[in-house]
């Protein structure tokens, strides 16, 4: 899952070199490891799978509390400004 580092620093090993995170940075966690310090972390949605369920075909999307829209970009965009 994606997190974004809310305080402090964070280190961890990737793909076996040592990584470290400031506040503000985003990147992957594991469960293990989002279980372990979630108290730094806050779950990033990924829009672009959030935006598949108000997809209503023929490049419509149905944004609850906004307008229909027409094409998944702008999907995005109206669901990252609520």
Known sequence: MKVK???GN???TRDGA???YLPG???EVDKS???AFKFKFEKVENLEEKVKQY?????YYDIPG???VKGKKKAI???KAK
């Open 25 to 27: 940075d985003v990147f």
């Open 33 to 35: 490891e989002y279980e």
């Open 5 to 7: 580092l809310l305080s």
């Open 18 to 20: 040592r990584v470290r």
């Open 66 to 68: 906004a307008e229909t």
């Open 10 to 12: 964070h280190s961890c």
């Open 55 to 59: 997809h209503k075909g023929g490049g």
């Open 77 to 79: 965009e109206v669901l």
